[in-house]
């Protein structure tokens, strides 16, 4: 009969060093994974410092291999790092195996905690992790708020970022921190001082972090909340450490990260209002954009984290535009970025542009007290005074709507589930024609500025059709808000009218003025599913609530439906009008 086998000594890994490890390994990987545009190199610099901090915790473990490894991380450089991560990370993956490995007493619990586990919570820290973008942060801008409104006793609530000033002016935060690297957060994972004496810390990423298996052998006293917007998962540690719940993403619905996020922490006992999506920010309240000289002012932002941008198509966009006609004077105030690739790249976009510019029309980068490289809380500040954004798909798409601005993204395909679901943002195909794409931008920009009942905004009106659309749509909306209102049959009928307007409107899209137009290639338009999933006897079956939930996500977060409430819905009320072809 052959041996058992026996635990060697040095599988079993010291508390102290799993939580380090499972930063410095987890963020090793994702960063090794991650497109990184030149504009964004600043990016990688800063990520490998934070990671390098760990050193410290880790140099001291006792272990020749692993501390091997360890001078190895503390040596990397942005220009070695492609060459040297992946040696690295097979390196630490046998020293993973056992940061893995949940402590025998905990149990693990498919499905949130009770209803109410968090009422009773008073002081939450929310950590960012270095993984996750500004878009993506912006995200969870309705968070405080939420967790005011679930929390009564709930006195304090501070934010801890690694981007500077972005969280300052966002509306149930009573401190907004920035952690410089990776050992800070550690620290604050752990409740080390100056982060001690919380009842919650939720720590969020886009990634999926797995920092609670390692948080689990360390028992902490407070509740640790780990949230994936990537992997639209949730894990909750109750405190002491014996109890883990796990929510899972595994329905087909909410494909799109805002929704999923709601979704999400909705499932955790939040009180989610899609409303306040966008009215976050306590500094000015969205909407009142522009500094009053009459100037329609764009902000233009051709970057984002991964990609190049091009300066033919963005040079030629802006000549577009501002051919087009619509308001005037108009300026376009353009990105300067954040080093020194980006702004050689605004720059020569700025000279490009002021050659083929009309009168009234003026472009120049945007800038303060000679600095052309803005700050976060810069460049959030100047969004407040401009009417519109023209940009990639990047952290402005996300943070223009919070200040009311139109914004008008231009997006590469497969980034479908980054659309920010307010009315008056806008996506535009990357691979459509440049001519067809500004023909399309200015129609919006036409319809935004113009006065109510004024000819411009008679041309942007649609069919009666239309305007029977937007209402069933309200009205639907307006009801699940309400948690549905307890009348499921009420709830079917709204849906009922809702989908039939609904195929009413599509089915007629590609006839007449608008057939082929740029505007309504942001996805594959057709009627939705009419079935409702009911009861035997009538009434919402079980998961019929998240389903139409989903339905009517997907369509409000359309350029069509978007352009039906930017023109319909800011008409005086009159009379309908008469049905037209």
Same mark, same amino acid.
Request: aromatic share 8%.
């Given at each position: 009969?052959?041996? @058992?086998?026996?635990?060697?000594?040095?599988?079993?890994?010291?508390?102290?060093?799993?939580?380090?490890?499972?930063?410095?390994?987890?963020?090793?990987?994702?960063?090794?994974?991650?497109?990184?545009?030149?504009?964004?190199?600043?990016?990688?610099?800063?990520?490998?410092?934070?990671?390098?901090?760990?050193?410290?915790?880790?140099?001291?473990?006792?272990?020749?291999?692993?501390?091997?490894?360890?001078?190895?991380?503390?040596?990397?450089?942005?220009?070695?790092?492609?060459?040297?991560?992946?040696?690295?990370?097979? %390196?630490?993956?046998?020293?993973? !195996?056992?940061?893995?490995?949940?402590?025998?007493?905990?149990?693990?619990?498919?499905?949130?905690?009770?209803?109410?586990?968090?009422?009773?919570?008073?002081?939450?820290?929310?950590?960012?992790?270095?993984?996750?973008?500004?878009?993506? !942060?912006?995200?969870?801008?309705?968070?405080?708020?939420?967790?005011?409104?679930?929390?009564?006793?709930?006195?304090?609530?501070?934010? @801890?970022?690694?981007?500077?000033?972005?969280?300052?002016?966002?509306?149930?935060?009573?401190?907004?921190?920035?952690?410089?690297?990776?050992?800070?957060?550690?620290?604050?994972?752990?409740?080390?001082?100056?982060?001690?004496?919380?009842?919650?810390?939720?720590?969020?990423?886009?990634?999926?972090?797995?920092?609670?298996?390692?948080?689990?052998?360390?028992?902490?006293?407070?509740?640790?909340?780990?949230?994936?917007?990537?992997?639209?998962?949730?894990?909750?540690?109750?405190?002491?450490?014996?109890?883990?719940?796990?929510?899972?993403?595994?329905?087909?619905?909410?494909? +799109?990260?805002?929704?999923?996020?709601?979704?999400?922490?909705?499932?955790?006992?939040?009180?989610?209002?899609?409303?306040?999506?966008?009215?976050?920010?306590?500094?000015?309240?969205?909407?009142?954009?522009?500094?009053?000289?009459?100037?329609?002012?764009?902000?233009?932002?051709?970057?984002?984290?991964?990609?190049?941008?091009?300066?033919a198509y963005w040079s030629r966009l802006l000549a577009e535009l501002a051919a087009e006609g619509g308001p005037r004077p108009l300026r376009f105030v353009i990105d300067p970025g954040v080093g020194r690739a980006s702004e050689r790249m605004a720059r020569a976009l700025e000279r490009s542009a002021a050659a083929?510019?009309?009168?009234?029309?003026?472009?120049?980068?945007?800038?303060?007290? %000679?600095?052309?490289?803005?700050?976060?809380?810069?460049?959030?500040?100047?969004?407040?005074?401009?009417?519109?954004?023209?940009?990639?798909?990047?952290?402005?798409?996300?943070?223009?709507?919070?200040?009311?601005? @139109?914004?008008?993204?231009?997006?590469?395909?497969?980034?479908?589930?980054?659309?920010?679901?307010?009315?008056?943002?806008?996506?535009?195909?990357?691979?459509?024609?440049?001519?067809?794409?500004?023909?399309?931008?200015?129609?919006?920009?036409?319809?935004?500025?113009?006065?109510?009942?004024?000819?411009?905004?008679?041309?942007?009106?649609?069919?009666?059709?239309?305007?029977?659309?937007?209402?069933?749509?309200?009205?639907?909306?307006?009801?699940?808000?309400?948690?549905?209102?307890? +009348?499921?049959?009420?709830?079917?009928?709204?849906?009922?009218?809702?989908?039939?307007?609904?195929?009413?409107?599509?089915?007629? @899209?590609?006839?007449?003025?608008?057939?082929?137009?740029?505007?309504?290639?942001?996805?594959?338009?057709?009627?939705?599913?009419?079935?409702?999933? !009911?009861?035997?006897?009538?009434?919402?079956?079980?998961?019929?609530?998240?389903?139409?939930?989903?339905?009517?996500?997907?369509?409000? +977060?359309?350029?069509?439906?978007?352009?039906?409430?930017?023109?319909?819905?800011?008409?005086?009320?009159?009379?309908?009008?008469?049905?037209?072809?």
């Amino acid at each position: 009969m052959p041996a @058992l086998p026996v635990s060697r000594p040095d599988e079993r890994l010291a508390t102290e060093l799993r939580l380090p490890l499972a930063l410095a390994s987890q963020y090793l990987f994702f960063l090794s994974r991650r497109p990184i545009s030149r504009s964004n190199r600043h990016y990688l610099e800063r990520r490998l410092a934070g990671i390098k901090s760990l050193c410290e915790p880790l140099a001291a473990c006792g272990e020749p291999a692993l501390e091997a490894l360890v001078r190895k991380i503390g040596r990397l450089q942005p220009a070695s790092f492609a060459r040297l991560a992946p040696g690295l990370q097979l %390196g630490l993956l046998p020293w993973m !195996e056992r940061v893995r490995r949940l402590p025998e007493e905990v149990v693990v619990l498919d499905g949130p905690p009770a209803p109410g586990a968090l009422a009773e919570t008073r002081r939450v820290l929310v950590v960012f992790g270095p993984g996750i973008g500004i878009g993506d !942060e912006i995200i969870f801008f309705p968070l405080p708020r939420w967790l005011r409104g679930s929390c009564p006793r709930l006195s304090e609530l501070d934010v @801890l970022s690694g981007y500077d000033g972005l969280w300052q002016e966002v509306a149930g935060v009573d401190r907004a921190g920035r952690w410089k690297n990776h050992r800070e957060i550690l620290g604050a994972l752990r409740g080390e001082a100056p982060h001690d004496g919380y009842d919650l810390v939720l720590f969020a990423d886009f990634e999926t972090p797995d920092l609670y298996r390692a948080l689990c052998a360390e028992r902490p006293a407070f509740r640790y909340v780990e949230l994936s917007l990537g992997s639209r998962s949730a894990f909750v540690l109750e405190p002491g450490g014996d109890a883990l719940h796990r929510v899972h993403h595994v329905t087909p619905y909410f494909e +799109n990260y805002y929704a999923a996020c709601h979704h999400l922490l909705r499932s955790l006992g939040l009180a989610v209002r899609e409303g306040e999506r966008f009215e976050s920010l306590s500094g000015r309240p969205a909407g009142e954009s522009g500094d009053g000289d009459g100037t329609f002012r764009i902000f233009v932002s051709p970057f984002t984290s991964k990609y190049e941008p091009s300066l033919a198509y963005w040079s030629r966009l802006l000549a577009e535009l501002a051919a087009e006609g619509g308001p005037r004077p108009l300026r376009f105030v353009i990105d300067p970025g954040v080093g020194r690739a980006s702004e050689r790249m605004a720059r020569a976009l700025e000279r490009s542009a002021a050659a083929r510019l009309p009168a009234g029309v003026t472009a120049g980068l945007a800038g303060e007290d %000679g600095r052309r490289r803005l700050s976060l809380p810069a460049v959030l500040r100047l969004l407040a005074s401009c009417r519109a954004v023209v940009c990639a798909d990047s952290y402005a798409a996300h943070a223009a709507p919070h200040f009311g601005c @139109l914004t008008l993204v231009v997006a590469q395909e497969g980034l479908e589930p980054w659309r920010v679901p307010s009315d008056r943002s806008f996506y535009f195909r990357a691979e459509d024609p440049v001519d067809e794409v500004a023909a399309a931008m200015h129609e919006v920009l036409r319809s935004a500025a113009a006065d109510p009942g004024s000819a411009e905004a008679e041309r942007a009106l649609f069919t009666r059709a239309e305007e029977r659309l937007l209402e069933a749509c309200e009205r639907l909306a307006a009801r699940l808000e309400d948690g549905g209102d307890g +009348n499921a049959a009420s709830l079917v009928g709204l849906h009922s009218r809702f989908v039939a307007a609904q195929a009413l409107v599509v089915g007629a @899209l590609g006839r007449g003025r608008h057939d082929g137009s740029a505007l309504f290639r942001d996805t594959a338009y057709r009627p939705l599913p009419a079935a409702v999933p !009911e009861r035997p006897g009538g009434g919402l079956a079980p998961g019929g609530e998240t389903y139409l939930r989903d339905q009517l996500e997907r369509w409000r +977060n359309t350029n069509l439906q978007k352009y039906l409430s930017l023109s319909l819905g800011r008409r005086p009320p009159q009379g309908a009008p008469e049905e037209r072809p």
